[in-house]
């Protein structure tokens, strides 16, 4: 089946530094990605839409000099969190959308857990 | 705009009774509609999705959950519950016409009591 990782799974930084998270599609190609956030013990929030090739689509309210997107090839996107603050600390997760078939289903990484001290 | 509710946000049960978790839906125009089960420090699992074919969907260990238009509800259920169903369970409904992005019901956690 479909694979998607996250990496890494965790990290700690200190407020100030910028943290890369890595969202790859194992064995599919993906032109479509989306970033989603997620605080403890609430749903999943839409960041934005990572589209190979071109500039990610942010959601309202989603800062995009602070959230880089980008989505230089089919199987790989990344978020970089630039001058992270406590604040940002929460689970990312990534999905990737499979075209193939027509069946645009999208799949799910692991999730990315920030803590930013 | 299309969204959904999820009208419970903790459902308990006993292991072996029935599980429903109920999600209402708004959308202008026929959506698909998914579950999705998050077990604690593991990543989104698809259970079924319903895209317009038949209206009760069958999905993975034994959960199921029927579309029904005249009450814009997509609740998911089951007919005996198992321990290793205790989760955060969340109905999502997708987009269309925008790369069928998906927003997320608040979602419901489900306790399974031995």
């Known amino acids: 089946g479909a694979v998607v990782s996250q990496h890494p799974s965790w990290v700690i930084c200190k407020s100030g530094t910028s943290v890369k998270i890595e969202c790859r599609s194992l064995?599919?190609?993906?032109?479509?990605m989306f970033w989603y956030r997620q605080f403890p013990k609430q749903s999943l929030m839409l960041m934005a839409t990572?589209?190979?090739?071109?500039?990610?689509?942010?959601e309202q309210g989603v800062e995009k000099d602070k959230f880089l997107i980008n989505h230089a090839s089919l199987t790989l996107s990344t978020l970089t969190v630039t001058s992270a603050h406590p604040e940002d600390s929460s689970f990312y997760i990534c999905?990737?959308?499979?075209?193939?078939?027509?069946?645009?289903?999208?799949?799910f990484g692991p999730g990315t857990r920030l803590t930013v001290t | 705009a299309q969204s959904v509710t999820q009208l419970d946000s903790h459902v308990s049960v006993s292991e072996g009774t029935p599980v429903l978790l109920r999600c209402n839906y708004s959308?202008?125009?026929?959506?698909?509609l998914f579950w999705y089960v998050q077990h604690p420090n593991k990543g989104l699992q698809l259970l079924l999705k319903y895209t317009s074919a038949a209206t009760l969907v069958k999905g993975i260990n034994g959960f199921e959950a029927e579309f029904k238009k005249s009450e814009t509800s997509f609740h998911l259920t089951k007919p005996s519950a198992h321990m290793s169903d205790a989760a955060e369970y969340f109905c999502?409904?997708?987009?269309?016409?925008?790369?069928?992005?998906?927003?997320f019901g608040s979602g419901t956690r489900l306790l399974v009591r031995p």
């Open positions: 999502v409904v997708s987009v269309e016409y925008s790369s069928y992005k998906l927003i």
């Open positions: 990572s589209n190979e090739g071109s500039k990610a689509t942010y």
């Open positions: 999905s990737a959308r499979d075209q193939s078939g027509g069946s645009y289903e999208q799949y």
């Open positions: 064995d599919f190609q993906a032109t479509t």
């Open positions: 959308s202008s125009y026929s959506p698909s």
